[in-house]
């Protein structure tokens, strides 16, 4: 029996194999969890269908934590862990739960009632792309979505590129897929010609693509490019962009 906590689950990122990016250990901790914190039950159930087949889906209890949810209810999804010790379990729709995710609300109050929290290893999309971009892992910040109106989006990009010269800092943000080549042209059209931009898409999954390049070479990159051509560079997939200082 594992012990009473909140157990913070990583999910796949896109339909990479379980064996591939979490530990068998993981497997072991959620068999024996019965009540979970979700983002959507929907895909929660087939994650916990991935990770073994044997598991009962029917035996389990579902929270559903989104932006649909009413805040007051919170509190209340931890009552098996706090009432009965019972451990429970968070589980986002990809990656790692309370990272960019509204289980931060859930491990917040976990804390604040003194209940233990044990993060689970697995893969972190905005982790990895910073390992892979060659840019500043020991400075960086994770911005979410940025402005969708063109001229706040513009002035947003150009605030973040001086914060990265000036304080050597890695920035980070997404985007919506199918807007991935609008969010590309607007990083082109507003960064310095040195700048440097990486793109890392789908990461894990079998078509990862993971390039940097400074603003000229992209721009050199994909001069001319149709469009099919140009999802080989920027895919309408899950994407994560970083902004670097140039050299």
């Not at 339909?15 to 969890?33: F, G, K, M, R, S």
């Not at 009632?113 to 993060?119: C, H, I, N, R, T």
Request: glycine residues 4%.
């Amino acid at each position: 029996m594992i012990n009473p906590a909140l157990y913070l689950i990583p999910v796949t990122l896109g339909d990479t194999p379980i064996h591939q990016v979490l530990p068998a250990y993981n497997h072991d901790i959620i068999v024996e969890i019965r009540h979970f914190i979700v983002e959507n039950i929907r895909s929660a159930r087939r994650f916990l269908k991935k990770v073994d087949a044997a598991i009962d889906i029917d035996t389990l209890t579902f929270y559903e934590l989104n932006q649909h949810t009413n805040p007051k209810e919170i509190y209340s999804y931890l009552t098996p862990l706090l009432a009965e010790k019972v451990p429970m379990g968070i589980i986002s729709e990809a990656g790692c739960p309370a990272v960019a995710d509204p289980g931060a609300d859930v491990v917040a109050i976990a804390q604040r009632k003194g209940l233990k929290v044990v993060p689970l290893v697995g893969p972190s999309s905005i982790i990895m792309s910073v390992m892979a971009s060659g840019f500043n892992g020991q400075s960086f910040a994770f911005h979410g979505y940025l402005p969708i109106e063109e001229g706040q989006r513009m002035a947003k990009v150009k605030q973040l590129e001086a914060r990265s010269y000036a304080e050597d800092q890695t920035q980070l943000f997404i985007e919506t897929p199918y807007r991935n080549v609008k969010m590309m042209n607007t990083l082109l059209q507003a960064l310095r010609p040195l700048t440097q931009v990486c793109i890392a898409s789908n990461i894990t999954c079998q078509d990862e693509n993971i390039r940097t390049h400074s603003v000229s070479e992209w721009k050199r990159l994909l001069k001319g490019l149709n469009n099919e051509q140009l999802q080989r560079f920027v895919p309408r997939v899950p994407s994560i962009f970083l902004v670097y200082k140039g050299c």
